[in-house]
């Protein structure tokens, strides 16, 4: 789906000083430092409400509930805290006695449950579909649909979507909204904008973009997904015509926290903290003017007409059925026939996940390399809608396997950014390099060991993949294991003869990292590796000093042991 000044509790100093050692890591951002992924998201001229935080200051040593949220995707979460997705996640933290920490995750990458909550990277998801299969769902906090946002002056009261009104207008959709394929199969597709939101590479593609063209006259409309609709029709004086209810399609959805399946516990008591809350939460979606669908079950009765039950489809897996797919294979040939692009019909066809189309396509002149009007290449595409079976069809139709995408990143760069192994494995049978570095300085492995689990990393490794390779500022992948705070990882670059005492160029090593963040795992690791616990950093401070400061005296105490061992 889509998606107060006072003194910083001792988990956010920790974090503020790992981030001023200059590594990016959980509370900072794992986001490839480029400047487009620096870059502010949400748009200047869009304030936030003013929905006031909680005022409880907890205790330091107040348990973290540890939360994954976009760094940049408003109206429903930022780094400034100003989405309402963070103004929940500080009611209900606050309401469970816990300290709220952040683990920043892009919109595509926190979707992904077997490296956030099942990896322990984070404890809670936000927003996710109701019947979230990969974690266990919280009772849903709301429901919402898919809109479509109007110009002022146009008084759209679609009965359908088959209405004649709507084909006349100049209509702007989000790529891979059900809402564009809803409308596309009514036929609503002449001045279609296709838009990808990725806040890691492309944060000025905000997804309240299509409203603010809408705004601006360039669009007599546009669907998006109801919360962000709402928030930038509102500034917009815009008007909002719910989906829902006009047509057979499923465009309203229930809305959830999901944790790991291993943590019912965790579920049980944010449930319970939730509907204490329910009072706040209501006052923070609806300052946000989030369309509110009536939900029996939600935690937030809204007041908008719901569907009712939608028919069961016949075919409970993604994949088109065979019908299905033998019906839009015919529609395709024509539209071929007709003058349609190959190459923007495969655009479409690789975010529909159907690969009949696709196989016919590149048969019939589609290119398996071309990009797509976001620059984004089949292989990066498919990869991305984690389609390893498409990969493969790419690949037999001769996709360049170092083609790269508008950000510079390989299709096996992207493969270990989405924690797609078998992708990855396809990609490096084709003879994909291993070594091949982005723009930013990144290669496979870094990002593999920054967001993938320990097979991909594995499977780099085994593909000639340097552990001793260190960016232009120095970093090496021990540095992002480290940050990483993921023992296996750590272990298998010291078993490949990663360096465990290589400092970066501002002079921190990985020791020093490893303090500053309070991980005596890893502490423990790189120490049994031959790292010096003498060393220090520009400010003349050691490994124990910086594990002092963090407020860990057990870390300290064996770092200063190592010290001791050393001198004499």
């Known amino acids: 789906m889509a998606p107060a000044s006072r003194r910083l509790p001792a988990g956010a100093r920790a974090v503020l000083l790992l981030c001023s050692l200059g590594l990016v890591a959980a509370g900072c951002t794992r986001e490839p430092s480029s400047a487009t992924a620096r870059a502010p998201a949400a748009p200047p001229a869009v304030a936030a409400p003013a929905s006031a935080a909680p005022a409880t200051t907890l205790p330091a040593d107040a348990p973290v509930l540890r939360v994954c949220a976009d760094p940049g995707n408003m109206p429903l979460s930022d780094r400034a805290g100003e989405g309402f997705q963070n103004k929940i996640a500080q009611v209900v933290a606050a309401e469970m006695g816990r300290r709220l920490e952040y683990e920043w995750r892009s919109y595509y990458q926190r979707g992904l449950a077997r490296s956030t909550i099942n990896a322990g990277r984070c404890d809670v ?11 266990l769902p919280t009772r849903p906090l709301y429901r919402s649909t898919y809109v479509l946002v109007t110009r002022k002056g146009l008084d759209l009261r679609p009965a359908s979507l088959d209405d004649p009104a709507l084909k006349k207008l100049k209509v702007g959709v989000f790529q891979s909204s059900p809402a564009r394929q809803a409308l596309f199969d009514h036929g609503v597709q002449g001045e279609v904008q296709y838009l990808f939101y990725d806040s890691a590479s492309a944060p000025q593609e905000h997804p309240g973009k299509l409203a603010e063209q809408v705004a601006a006259g360039k669009l007599d409309a546009a669907e998006s997904w109801g919360p962000v609709a709402g928030y ?4 917009g004086g815009l008007g909002v015509v719910p989906l829902n209810v006009i047509d ?3 465009l309203e959805y229930s809305m959830a926290w999901a944790v790991s399946r291993k943590n019912a516990a965790l579920r049980d008591a944010l449930n319970a903290a939730m509907q204490r809350s329910a ?16 939900c029996a079950d939600c935690i937030v009765a809204g007041n908008l007409r719901s569907h009712g039950p939608y028919a069961a489809p016949d075919d409970q897996d993604d994949t088109p059925s065979a019908q299905a797919s033998s019906d839009m294979l015919a529609q395709l040939q024509l539209r071929i026939a007709g003058g349609a692009d190959p190459n923007d019909e495969l655009a479409h066809a690789l975010d529909a996940g159907d690969g009949v189309r696709v196989a016919w396509l590149l048969r019939h002149g589609a290119s398996a390399d071309k990009p797509n009007l976001l620059g984004e290449p089949p292989l990066q595409q498919a990869i991305r809608n984690q389609a390893p079976l498409l990969v493969g069809e790419l690949l037999a139709a001769g996709a360049k396997v170092e083609n790269r995408d508008s950000n510079g990143w390989t299709p096996l760069m992207k493969a270990a950014w989405s924690n797609d192994g078998k992708s990855a494995a396809q990609l490096l049978a084709h003879g994909a390099k291993v070594e091949a570095v982005s723009a930013d300085g990144w290669t496979p492995l870094d990002l593999a060991i920054s967001y993938a689990d320990a097979d991909l990393v594995q499977a780099l490794l085994t593909a000639g993949a340097s552990v001793r390779r260190a960016n232009p500022a120095g970093f090496t992948p021990v540095m992002f294991a480290v940050a990483r705070n993921d023992p296996k990882i750590l272990d298998l670059l010291l078993k490949r003869g990663a360096e465990a005492d290589r400092a970066n160029r501002a002079g921190v090593t990985p020791l020093m990292l490893a303090a500053a963040a309070g991980r005596e795992d890893s502490a423990r690791r790189l120490l049994a590796a031959g790292a010096s616990a003498d060393a220090r950093d520009a400010d003349g401070k050691t490994p124990a000093a910086l594990a002092q400061q963090r407020g860990n005296a057990e870390l300290a105490h064996l770092l200063t042991e190592a010290q001791h061992r050393r001198t004499q």
């Open 125 to 135: 998801l936000m927003d996710m579909n109701s019947d979230f299969e990969m974690g």
């Open 232 to 235: 930038y029709a509102a500034r």
């Open 248 to 250: 057979n399609e499923v």
């Open 279 to 294: 009072g706040k939460i209501d006052a923070i979606l609806r300052d946000y003017h989030v369309p509110l669908v009536a």
